[in-house]
C-alpha cells in the first residue's frame, strides 16, 4: 500500500521560508522521479518541481531560484525548501511520483500572508 504522507506547511509572511518533507513507503523510493505539485483555491492542481532518481532537477518557471527539491534515498523522503515565498505560493502541497502518479495524499498547507 502506498503512502505519502506531507508535512511541514503553515502560515508564513511573504519573504519568509519554509521547508517540506514528504515521507512515502509502498513505492521503491530511489527508483522513482518525484515531484512536489501544488493546488490553489479554484485551480488545477500544478507541478512545482521533480527529481530524478540521481538528483536532477526541474522547477516551474514560478519558482526557479526560490525553491530546492532534493531527496533522501535512505529515509524514502523527499523535502521541498521554500524560500523567498510570495503570498501566490498559497496552496496545498503534494508529493508524488512523477510517472504513472499514486493515490495523492493529504497534502500540507502552505499559506503566505502580505
Known amino acids: 500500500q502506498v503512502q505519502l504522507v506531507e508535512s511541514g506547511g503553515g502560515l508564513v509572511q511573504a519573504g519568509g521560508y519554509l521547508r517540506l518533507s514528504c515521507a512515502t513507503s509502498?513505492?521503491?523510493?530511489?527508483?522513482?522521479?518525484m515531484g512536489w505539485y501544488r493546488q490553489a483555491p479554484g485551480k488545477q492542481r500544478e507541478l512545482v518541481a521533480s527529481?530524478?532518481?540521481?538528483?536532477?532537477?526541474n522547477y516551474a518557471d514560478s519558482v526557479k531560484g526560490r525553491f530546492t527539491i532534493s531527496r533522501d534515498n535512505a529515509k524514502n523522503t523527499v523535502y521541498l525548501q521554500m524560500n523567498s515565498l510570495k503570498p501566490e505560493d498559497t496552496a496545498v502541497y503534494y508529493c508524488?511520483?512523477?510517472?504513472?502518479?499514486?493515490?495523492w495524499g493529504q497534502g500540507t498547507q502552505v499559506t503566505v500572508s502580505s
Open positions: 508524488n511520483t512523477f510517472y504513472n502518479p499514486r493515490s
Open positions: 527529481i530524478t532518481s540521481g538528483g536532477s532537477t
Open positions: 509502498g513505492i521503491i523510493f530511489s527508483l522513482n522521479v
